[in-house]
């Protein structure tokens, strides 16, 4: 029986579940059977960190029937997303002495190399979610992706290592637990994206992943399996719809959907920014008509700002231009008209959004940027932890009772 894999994102705006099943291994084919979203939960959720967890449960238990039902599976596990601004990435280094047959490395070394670095700038009230290894050494020399078989006197591992706040662990495990569903792991949401969008070639060169949530945005630069660097910021789409209620006058569904609508303006562009757009005013109840210009300037400020942190960012951390393989964004940000040429014109890189690749059946929907991180988890968890994968099949005979 192929493996059947449940993912669940409990995202700022939308709680998400998708049950797939892997078709090809080897290629990371997932065939959606189930998928389900709720956003029952609006409110409970502050700067990305959630304050309210029956909100969330409520919401997420409404997502997880509705999945249940469509795939025919009983969810009983699964991979779940953790993001938070409060998270901390950071690079370590640890080495022990190599214990193994003549002095080769063995399995056992490299775990005790991971013990080691799982233990260096643990903030108090934080849990290591991930570590990540960059590269390996022998006595000092050398560079490895994997070091098993080699000869040497000590062992050295360099490693990214993504720390959490205990609170926001516990809370993600609670919010599951209390519906029946055990956490198979956590995983850090824009790892799943990548796992998603990005292609092996993108990888070998360089590439950054914007992660563009509602309520913050999460950089990963990667090179091949490794992370180089992350940056979380604590703003993301909701703060380009606040911009435009607070300067057009709108009501939030109103700027939800001019900022769907109109584009942002670049030289070159034709002249049609200078059309109008009727909205709707929240107090007055009355309309009125704005240019496209003004919409898309008061978009732009928030988005070019959010992009030249993020390049400044790398400056700091000497990484300007370690993106060979160009830039990704992903998430529901990343749907705003002409942010890929802002973002091209800011890293000076290619830039292009990031859609979830290698899906097939229940897709109409969801092969869209803010479905990259759930249909992520799925891949990544399959990936990385596959003895986690089962899901009981056969939900709706068991609620129903089989046919004789």
């Avoid at 709707?280 to 300037?297: C, D, W």
């Avoid at 400020?301 to 790398?314: G, M, Q």
């Amino acid at each position: 029986m192929k493996p059947t894999v449940v993912a669940i994102d409990l995202g700022s705006c939308f709680v998400r579940v998708v049950v797939g099943v892997i078709e090809d291994e080897e290629k990371g084919v997932v065939n959606v059977i189930g998928r389900s979203y709720s956003n029952l939960h609006q409110s409970s959720t502050q700067s990305g960190n959630i304050v309210n967890l029956e909100k969330m449960r409520m919401a997420l238990k409404k997502a997880v029937e509705e999945a249940e039902l469509m795939a025919d599976v009983e969810v009983e596990r699964a991979f779940v997303g953790l993001s938070t601004p409060l998270m901390r990435g950071f690079d370590a280094e640890a080495d022990v002495p190599i214990q193994g047959k003549r002095r080769q490395v063995s399995r056992l070394d490299v775990d005790n190399a991971f013990e080691e670095v799982r233990k260096i700038g643990i903030p108090q009230e934080h849990k290591v979610l991930h570590i990540i290894p960059q590269r390996y050494l022998i006595d000092k020399q050398g560079e490895y992706e994997d070091p098993a078989g080699a000869t040497g006197a000590r062992l050295t591992i360099q490693a990214h290592t993504l720390v959490c706040p205990v609170t926001a662990i516990n809370n993600h495990s609670a919010i599951c637990n209390q519906l029946g569903i055990k956490v198979a792991r956590l995983i850090f949401e824009p790892l799943a994206a990548a796992e998603a969008v990005l292609t092996q070639d993108e990888r070998d060169r360089g590439v950054l992943l914007v992660d563009m949530g509602h309520e913050t945005t999460q950089t990963l630069l990667l090179r091949k399996s490794s992370i180089m660097h992350t940056f979380i910021q604590p703003y993301g789409a909701r703060h380009v719809t606040s911009d435009l209620v607070e300067v057009l006058g709108v009501g939030q569904l109103e700027a939800d959907r001019v900022k769907r609508d109109v584009p942002l303006e670049f030289k070159g562009e034709g002249d049609d920014m200078e059309e109008g757009v009727e909205l709707h005013q929240a107090v007055t109840e009355t309309k009125k008509i704005v240019r496209k210009k003004m919409i898309s300037e008061v978009m732009g400020a928030r988005i070019e700002e959010l992009f030249t942190d993020i390049r400044e960012d790398l400056v700091r951390h000497h990484q300007e231009g370690a993106y060979r393989g160009g830039v990704i964004l992903t998430g529901g940000g990343a749907l705003v008209k002409g942010a890929a040429e802002m973002g091209q014109r800011i890293f000076q890189a290619p830039v292009r959004v990031g859609y979830p690749a290698l899906i097939e059946g229940i897709v109409e929907e969801i092969a869209r940027p803010d479905w990259t991180t759930v249909i992520g988890l799925v891949k990544f968890g399959f990936k990385y932890y596959p003895e986690e994968c089962r899901a009981k099949r056969g939900l709706i005979s068991k609620l129903f009772g089989s046919k004789k």
